[in-house]
C-alpha cells in the first residue's frame, strides 16, 4: 500500500504570489477566495489550475495569511467551511513576514510535530488494539484445538448425515457424459457443510477420472475438489469429504461433476422439483444424495468409505462410524445376532459362545492405516464377561460362507479384550506398518466361559477411528 | 480492486456510504469495496454526516488520501442517513459522468468481492432493470433472508422488499427520485424505491449477491420496527395514488391474480383477477408445474390462490349475462366461508333477473357449471393421500359443504342450459386427481432454500389488497379506461326512480362511459331487457345484513339513521364499489353511509334525490332528508326538480353541489309513432266517453281515497276508467277500495303497452299526497293526456293550471277533479287545445339534455 497524497496549505489569493515564491516543501500551496458564498480554489504551483473542493476538504491541513485582508478573507473561507462541511476548518496562522522571500517552515514544524503525537497516539492505539484481538484469536484457536482433539480423542469424532434424498427408481437416470457436466445446487447452507454423496447406478466400462467441484455461489469460490479415477469408483455411493467442514460463513453450495470418459456415466435421480434452480443439470430431478455436516472449520477424520478432496496432505485419519457400522455384514449362521442401534450409533455384535461371533465392514481400512481406536461396552448391568477383538484382511479373503471367518494374518488382529457388563473401554489396534491396500475391518466378540447366556448379550462396538500415524494432541 | 480493464479515471459503479457513527466497522466496509473483483472501475464516495465522532473523519481522511483515485470524502453537515446519500447521488451526477450505476453501502455493512461485478452484469444485460436488489446474509445476529422471486409492485406496496444496499442504474436519479429526507426514522429505502417504481423503474432480486448486513439487536431497523406505524403512515400518504384500491388491484392483475379459471373442455386455464381480462392463459400441465412451484418455495414462487372449474360455453354464457364479475366475487366469498362455491341457474319466463345463494347446497350441485375452491383446501386436498373426502362430490351424500349461486335469468335472452348442466364437480375431482398425481408434488413438499424466505406474503396476495377493506373479498374489477358510473338502487321494480335510473345510465352510455347497476335490497329484480342493453354489468349486493332503511336508534332531523348507516359492514360494500369512477345513489337509504368512503377513495359520488316522504302524520322525511345528514359525502346532487333543487339549497346544501336534473319522459317514443297517436287523438269522436287513466304505484302516496272518490262520482258520467298499478310497498298499510280493484289492469312493464295506454287515454288522474316530479304525468302529456293533477313536489314545475292540464290545491282535490272531467267531458274543444298544449310543453324535453350538467359535474369532481 502506497500513498502519495500530499498535504495542502491554503493562502488567499491576494498573497499567493508572495507564498508561491518559496513553497513549503511536501506541501501543495492552494489559494482560495471566496465569492458570494462560493469557495474557489486554484493550484499555485500548477498555474492557477482550478482545485475540486472535496479535495481541499480532504487534504487542507493549514491555513496561512500574512495581511489584515488576508485574514478578513480567512475568517470567510472558515465560515463557509463550517457551513458547507459541518466541520472546523484547516488550522489558521497568521505569518508575520513582511518580506518577499516567505518562509513558512518555522510555522509549519508545530503543526507537524503535533500531527507526529497523534499519530503516534493512534499506532500507539491501534497496535494495543491488535493485541487485544491477537490474545483473543489465540485463546479462541487453543480452545477449538482442545476441542478438536478431545473429539478425535473421544472416538466419537463423526460427521453427521443431515439430509438424504433417495434414490428414486422409475425416473430418467442423470447423465453425465464427456464435456456435459451436471451441476447441482445443494439443498443446505454451506456452513458446517462436510461431505457430499451422488450414487452411480451405472458405471461404463471405459477409462476416465470424475472430477468433482464444490463451489460456493455468494464469493465466487471454489472450496474443494475432487478427481477419482475409474479403477476407485463403483456403482453405489460416491462419498466427497472435505478434510475441514465448510466455516460459519453462510452460501449457497454448488456441486459440479465432470467426467471425461467416453461413455456416460448414470447417477442416480431423487425426487422431481418444479424449481429449476434445484435440478440436476439437463434433469428435471434432485440428484439422489446424502449430505453430512462437522463442527464447522473443524477438521474431522475422514470417514472410511469417503474420498478425499484434492490438498497438498494425504488423509491421516478416517472415522469408521455410524455409516459403516450400519452397513455391517453378518457374518453370523444367526440373523439375530447383530443389530445397530440408531439412537446410540451402535453396532451390537451378540456372542453366544467361545466362538467368535462377527460382522464384517468392507473397504474401511484404508491404505496408510496404522492404529484404530474405537468404543468397546456389553450394554446391560448384568450378564456375562465379554472380549472383543478387531481384525483387518485384505478384500481377497472374503468368504461368501456364513459362519466362517478368514485366516486372519499375523498382526493384523488385535489383542482380546475382556470387559464387564456395562463397562466402557477402548478397543485399539496397532498395525507393524501401513495398510498397502484396502482392507476389510472385522468386528469380533466371544464369551468367555461356554454356558450359553440366558439373554441376548449386547456386546456393542462404537464409532471407530483410524489413523495413519500418530497425531500429537 | 482487481480485474483486467479497470479504469478509476473512468468508473462505471460509484458505492455511496453514508456515514453516522461507523467509525471502526466502517473499515471494514470500505475495504470489503476495494476488495471487490470487476472489470471496471469503482469509485467509493464516503459521505460523513456530520458524524461528531472525530475518528470518522480521520478513518474517511486517511482512506481518501491513501487511495484518492478510488475514493472521495465527502463531509457535510448532518442531515439523516437520506440526506447523506442525496449528497453522495449529488455529487456522482454532477462529477462522475462515467459511472453508470450507485450502489448504497451502509458504514456497518459488507459486500463479498464478487458482489458489484455481478450485481452490474445483470444491470448491463437487462435494459428494462432500475434497481438489481440483494438477499440479505446477516452476520452478528446470524440469519439468512431470501427475497427472491419476480420484483412485485404489489407486494413491494405492502412491505419494504428491497434492501438500501442495491445497485441503481444512474437514470432513476437523473429521473429526479431521490431518498426522501422526512424519512429520518427507517423506511426511506422502501420510500425511494417505492418512487423508483411508480416513475417507471423495476427492481430485480439477485439471488447471490453477497451482500452481508450486519444484525445487531439495537440498530436503526430495531428502531423503525417500533415506529413502522407512523412511518408507513408517512409512506402511504406520500404515494396515495399508488396504493390506492384501484391501483393495487390493476397490480394485482398484472402481476398476480388471483383466480385460475380452468376452461375443462379445452383444457386451458385462464389466469385472472378480473374475468374479463386475462394476465395469461396457459395449458393445465403449466398450470400444475406453476402450482407446486409456489407450492416449494411460497416466498419466491406465485399461483393463483383459488381455482375455478368451468367450460368455454359457460364461461361465456355467465359474460354475457352482465353478471360475470359479481359472480366472481361471491364465489370468492363463498369458497372462503364454505368448502366451495358453486353455480348454477333457472331459467324464468318473466323478463326480471335473480341471484340468490343458498349456503348449504347438498345435493343440488351435481350439475353445478362453476366450481370455485379456495387456497388452503386446495393445499390440503392435494397434499392428502386420503381422498374419499373430495371424492364424495360425486356421490349423492357430498361431504364437502358446497354454497350455491342460483342465478334467475329470463330464458328466452340467456342460454340457461350452458349454465344450468355443468360438469365442474366432475372437472375438479379430475383436476385434483392430476395433482395428486404430479411428479412435483413430492419436490414441492420439500423445502430446499436454507434462506428464510421473507416474501412469505406472496402466496396470500390477494389479502393486500383486502386489508383496506377489513379482509373482505375485493370486487375483482379493473379499471380499462374510459370511465365507470355504478347506479346503486334498492330494488329494481317499475317505480318512477328506477326509471330516471335507467335513463340516467342511457345517458351515461351515449356519453361514452359505461354504467354499471347494484341492487343492494333485492335478490330477484325487475331487470328487463331495457336495463341489459344500456348496462355494462350488473351485480346483486346480496348481502342479507343490508337494509336501506329500519332499525335505526338516531334520527337526523327526524330522519331515521338507518341501523346500517351505523353498524353495518360498509367495507364489504366498499369493496364492492372501489374500482369505479363514479357512483349514483337512487334512494339508497343506509347506503348513504358509504358514499363518503367511496369518495375518500377518489370516487365521484352523487344522489339523485327524488321527494321527500311524508310521515303517516304528515310530517316530511325520508331520502331527501338522509341526504342532508351526508351531505359532505357527496360531490354533487341531482334533484329531480327545481323545486327540490331550492328546498335542497335552504336545507344547507352548497350551490355548487346542486344539478338539478328534471325529470323526462321515462321511455322513447319514435316521431313517428308520437305524431300518429296525437293525430288520432285529434281525430276522437266526441261523443265517445271520455277515456281518464290512473297509472302508478297502489299506495297511500298516490291519494287513492280521492281517486275512488272521483270515480264514484263519475260512474254515471259517460267516463270510460281504466285504473293500472300494483302495489310496489307490499306491507299492508295500504287499503285499495273495492272501486278500483273491480277495474284494475296489472302494471304495464312494456314501453310499447305504456305506449299503447297513454295513446287510449285522453285524461291522466293524478291526486297524490305527495310526489317529486312524476314521471307518468310527463309521459302522458308528451302524448297528449291531460293531467290533472295535485299540486304537490314539483308537479307544478310542468302542469299549468288550465293551459296544458289541471293543477289542483291539495285540500279539495276530489271535488275539483270531477269538476274538471265534467267540464272536459262536457267541452271536448277545451280538451283538444289543453292535448296539444300538453304535447306541445313536453316537446325537447329529454334525458341526455337533463343529466348533461350534473353528469359533467360528477366526472369532473
Known amino acids: 500500500m502506497q500513498t502519495n497524497w500530499m498535504p495542502i496549505c491554503l493562502v488567499p489569493r491576494k498573497e499567493a504570489a ?153 425416473r430418467n437416470l442423470v447423465l453425465l457424459s464427456k464435456d456435459s457436466p451436471v451441476e447441482q445446487r445443494l439443498p443446505i447452507e454451506s456452513a458446517s457443510l462436510s461431505d457430499i454423496a451422488f450414487l452411480i447406478i451405472e458405471l461404463p466400462r471405459c477409462a476416465g477420472t470424475l472430477n468433482a467441484r464444490l463451489e460456493l455461489q455468494e464469493s465466487a469460490t471454489v472450496v474443494a475438489q475432487w478427481a477419482i479415477s475409474e479403477s476407485d469408483l463403483a456403482k453405489g455411493w460416491v462419498r466427497l469429504s472435505l478434510s475441514r467442514a465448510l466455516g460459519t460463513d453462510a ?31 439437463d434433469s428435471s430431478a434432485v440428484l439422489a444424495l446424502n449430505l453430512w455436516t462437522y463442527i464447522p472449520g473443524a477438521a474431522a477424520p475422514l470417514p472410511a468409505e469417503g474420498i478425499a478432496q484434492l490438498s497438498d496432505a494425504p488423509a491421516v485419519r478416517w472415522s469408521i462410524g455410524a455409516s459403516s457400522l450400519r452397513d455391517a455384514i453378518n457374518l453370523n449362521l444367526r440373523d439375530d445376532l447383530v443389530e445397530f442401534t440408531d439412537w446410540r450409533k451402535s453396532l451390537a455384535v451378540r456372542p453366544v459362545s467361545p466362538k467368535p461371533s462377527a460382522v464384517r465392514l468392507d473397504n474401511v481400512a484404508r491404505p496408510g492405516l496404522l492404529y484404530l481406536r474405537g468404543g468397546v461396552k456389553t450394554e446391560g448391568e448384568f450378564g456375562p464377561n465379554v472380549e472383543y477383538c478387531y481384525a483387518i484382511a485384505p478384500k481377497a479373503k472374503r468368504l461368501t460362507q456364513r459362519g466362517t471367518l478368514p ?30 491396500e484396502v482392507c476389510d475391518l472385522y468386528l469380533l466378540s466371544r464369551l468367555v466361559d461356554d454356558a450359553p447366556p440366558e439373554e441376548p448379550v449386547n456386546a456393542c462396538f462404537f464409532g471407530i477411528v483410524g489413523q495413519a500415524w500418530s497425531v500429537g494432541s | 480492486m482487481k480485474g483486467p480493464h479497470q479504469s478509476h479515471d473512468q468508473p462505471l459503479v460509484g458505492v455511496v ?85 450507485v450502489y448504497f453501502l451502509d458504514a456497518d455493512n459488507c459486500l463479498r468481492p464478487p458482489a458489484l461485478a455481478r450485481a452490474f452484469a445483470v444491470l448491463e444485460a437487462s435494459a428494462e432493470v432500475g434497481w438489481v436488489y440483494p438477499n440479505i446474509d446477516m452476520f452478528g445476529l446470524s440469519s439468512a433472508h431470501d427475497y427472491g422471486g419476480n420484483y412485485s409492485r404489489l407486494l413491494h406496496s405492502e412491505m419494504n422488499l428491497c434492501e438500501a444496499g442495491s445497485l441503481i442504474r ?22 425511494f424505491f417505492l418512487s423508483a417504481a411508480n416513475a417507471g423503474f423495476t427492481g430485480r432480486n439477485l439471488e447471490a449477491f453477497g451482500f452481508l448486513y450486519r444484525k445487531r439487536p439495537e440498530s436503526m431497523l430495531a428502531e423503525s420496527e417500533r415506529d ?41 386455464v385462464i389466469l385472472t383477477t378480473d374475468p374479463a381480462c386475462s394476465t395469461e392463459r396457459i395449458t393445465i400441465d403449466d398450470y400444475i408445474h406453476r402450482y407446486f412451484l409456489a407450492k416449494s418455495n411460497p416466498s419466491r414462487d406465485w399461483a393463483p390462490p383459488y381455482l375455478c372449474l368451468t367450460s368455454s360455453g359457460s364461461f361465456q354464457a355467465l359474460a354475457e349475462t352482465g353478471l ?34 343458498h349456503q348449504n347446497a347438498q345435493g343440488r350441485c351435481s350439475d353445478a357449471s362453476f366450481l370455485m375452491i379456495g387456497p388452503t383446501l386446495l393445499r390440503d386436498i392435494t397434499f392428502d393421500v386420503a381422498t374419499s373426502w373430495i371424492d364424495s362430490l360425486a356421490t349423492e351424500n357430498p361431504q364437502p359443504n358446497v354454497a350455491m349461486i342460483e342465478l334467475n335469468l329470463p330464458q328466452s335472452s340467456f342460454d340457461i342450459r350452458a349454465l344450468s348442466r355443468g360438469t365442474a364437480i366432475f372437472d375438479l375431482l379430475g383436476m385434483l386427481r392430476r395433482l395428486r398425481a404430479s411428479v412435483w408434488k413430492e419436490g414441492a413438499s420439500l423445502r430446499l432454500d436454507w434462506r428464510e424466505g421473507d416474501l412469505m406474503r406472496r402466496e396470500w396476495s390477494h389479502l393486500i389488497l383486502r386489508r383496506q377493506f377489513a379482509d373482505e373479498p375485493v370486487y375483482p374489477r379493473v379499471h380499462g379506461g374510459g370511465r365507470d358510473i355504478g347506479l346503486i338502487l334498492p330494488i329494481v321494480e317499475f317505480g318512477g326512480v328506477e326509471k330516471v335510473a335507467l335513463n340516467f345510465a342511457r345517458a351515461i352510455r351515449a356519453r361514452g362511459d359505461r354504467p354499471h347497476l347494484f341492487v343492494l335490497n333485492q335478490g330477484n329484480a325487475a331487470i328487463s331487457a331495457d336495463w341489459r342493453q344500456v348496462l355494462e354489468s350488473i351485480t346483486f349486493y346480496a348481502d342479507p345484513s343490508f337494509g336501506a332503511w329500519g332499525g335505526g ?30 357512483v349514483i345513489e337512487f334512494q339508497g337509504g343506509a347506503f348513504m353511509s358509504v358514499m363518503g368512503k367511496l369518495k375518500r377513495l377518489g370516487i365521484a359520488t352523487g344522489s339523485s334525490l327524488h321527494l321527500a316522504d311524508l310521515t303517516t302524520a304528515g310530517r316530511p322525511a325520508g331520502n331527501v332528508f338522509l341526504s342532508m345528514a351526508y351531505e359532505h359525502a357527496f360531490n354533487v346532487v341531482a334533484p329531480c326538480s327545481f323545486a327540490l333543487a331550492d328546498w335542497c339549497h335552504a336545507m344547507g346544501l352548497p350551490k355548487e353541489k346542486i344539478f338539478p336534473v328534471p325529470n323526462a319522459p321515462s321511455f322513447p317514443i319514435s316521431a313517428n309513432r308520437l305524431a300518429a297517436g296525437l293525430a288520432q287523438k285529434a281525430l276522437r269522436n266526441p261523443q265517445q266517453p271520455l277515456r281518464v287513466l290512473y297509472l302508478g304505484r297502489l299506495d297511500a302516496q298516490k291519494g287513492l281515497d280521492r281517486l275512488s272518490e272521483v270515480m264514484q262520482a263519475t260512474a254515471d258520467d259517460t267516463c270510460e276508467w281504466r285504473v293500472i298499478g300494483k302495489a310496489v310497498v307490499d306491507d299492508g298499510s295500504t287499503q285499495v277500495s273495492p272501486h278500483l280493484l273491480r277495474v284494475l289492469e296489472p302494471a304495464l312493464t312494456s314501453e310499447d303497452d305504456l305506449i299503447a295506454a297513454f295513446d287510449w287515454a285522453d285524461v291522466l288522474v293524478l291526486l297524490s299526497e305527495y310526489e317529486g316530479l312524476p314521471l307518468t304525468i310527463l309521459e302522458a302529456m308528451r302524448q297528449g293526456v291531460v293531467p290533472i293533477a295535485t299540486n304537490v313536489g314539483a308537479v307544478g314545475e310542468v302542469v299549468k293550471n288550465a293551459r296544458n292540464g289541471f293543477l289542483l290545491p291539495l285540500p279539495n282535490a276530489a271535488a275539483d277533479c270531477i269538476v274538471c272531467l265534467r267540464a272536459l267531458l262536457s267541452n271536448r274543444e277545451t280538451l283538444g287545445h289543453l292535448s296539444k298544449a300538453a304535447a306541445r310543453d313536453m316537446v325537447g324535453r329529454d334525458w341526455p339534455q337533463a343529466t348533461k350538467a350534473f353528469l359533467d359535474a360528477l366526472c369532473d369532481s
Open chain 1, 18 to 170: 508572495r507564498f508561491a515564491a518559496n513553497p513549503p516543501p511536501g506541501y501543495k500551496l492552494v489559494s482560495f477566495h471566496t465569492d458570494m458564498d462560493r469557495l474557489n480554489f486554484a493550484d499555485c504551483q500548477d498555474g492557477d489550475e482550478e482545485v475540486e473542493v472535496e479535495t481541499v476538504f480532504r487534504d487542507a491541513v493549514v491555513c496561512c495569511h500574512i495581511t489584515k485582508g488576508g485574514q478578513t478573507e480567512q475568517l470567510r473561507l472558515a465560515s463557509l467551511w463550517t457551513e458547507q462541511f459541518g466541520a472546523e476548518p484547516p488550522a489558521q496562522i497568521e505569518i508575520n513576514d513582511s518580506g518577499d522571500q516567505l518562509d513558512l517552515a518555522p510555522y509549519l514544524l508545530p503543526l507537524l510535530a503535533q500531527s507526529w503525537r497523534d499519530s503516534a497516539a493512534r499506532t500507539t492505539g491501534l497496535m494495543r488494539e491488535l493485541a487485544l484481538l491477537r490474545g483473543t484469536f489465540e485463546q479462541a484457536q487453543t480452545a477449538f484445538a482442545r476441542l478438536e482433539s478431545f473429539l478425535y480423542q473421544s472416538g466419537r469424532a463423526e460427521r453427521s448425515q443431515i439430509i438424504s434424498l433417495p434414490h428414486l427408481p422409475g
Open chain 1, 251 to 281: 452460501q449457497t453450495p454448488v456441486l459440479s461433476l465432470d467426467w471425461n470418459g467416453q461413455e456416460p456415466v448414470k447417477l442416480a435421480p431423487s425426487f422431481h422439483h418444479p424449481d429449476i434452480r434445484f435440478r440436476a443439470t
Open chain 1, 407 to 436: 485366516e486372519f494374518s499375523a498382526g493384523m488382529t488385535s489383542e482380546w479384550l475382556r470387559l464387564r457388563p456395562n463397562e466402557w473401554a477402548d478397543l485399539t489396534l496397532f498395525l507393524a506398518k501401513p495398510l498397502e
Open chain 2, 17 to 101: 456510504v453514508p456515514i453516522f457513527r461507523h467509525s471502526v466497522l466502517l473499515v471494514d466496509a470500505i475495504e470489503s469495496v476495494l476488495a471487490q473483483v470487476a472489470p471496471f472501475g469503482i469509485k467509493i464516495v464516503l459521505v460523513n454526516d456530520g458524524c461528531p465522532q472525530k475518528e470518522t473523519d480521520v478513518v474517511c481522511r486517511h482512506f481518501a488520501r491513501t487511495y484518492p483515485e478510488q475514493i472521495t470524502y465527502l463531509r457535510k453537515p448532518n442531515g439523516g442517513l437520506s440526506d447523506a446519500r442525496n449528497h453522495g447521488i449529488r455529487h456522482i451526477l454532477a462529477r462522475l459522468p462515467s459511472v453508470r450505476a
Open chain 2, 170 to 191: 444512474r437514470a432513476v436519479f437523473e429521473a429526479g427520485i431521490v431518498f426522501d429526507t422526512q424519512f429520518k426514522s427507517g423506511f426511506e429505502d422502501w420510500e
Open chain 2, 228 to 268: 413502522s406505524a407512523g412511518i408507513t403512515a408517512l409512506l402511504r400518504k406520500k404515494h396515495k395514488a399508488s396504493q390506492s384500491p384501484r391501483a393495487l388491484i390493476a397490480l394485482e392483475q398484472q402481476e398476480m391474480p388471483r383466480l385460475a379459471i380452468v376452461l375443462a373442455d379445452i383444457q386451458q
Open chain 2, 324 to 357: 360475470l364479475h359479481a359472480t366472481f366475487w361471491k364465489l370468492e366469498s363463498l369458497a372462503d366461508v364454505s368448502n366451495l362455491g358453486a353455480l348454477t341457474a333457472v331459467g324464468l319466463d318473466e323478463d326480471r333477473m335473480g341471484f340468490a345463494v
Open chain 2, 553 to 582: 336508534a338516531k334520527t337526523y332531523f327526524g330522519t331515521e339513521i338507518p341501523d346500517w348507516a351505523d353498524k353495518g359492514n360498509h367495507a364489504r360494500a366498499v369493496a364492492m364499489l372501489h374500482w369505479l369512477d363514479g
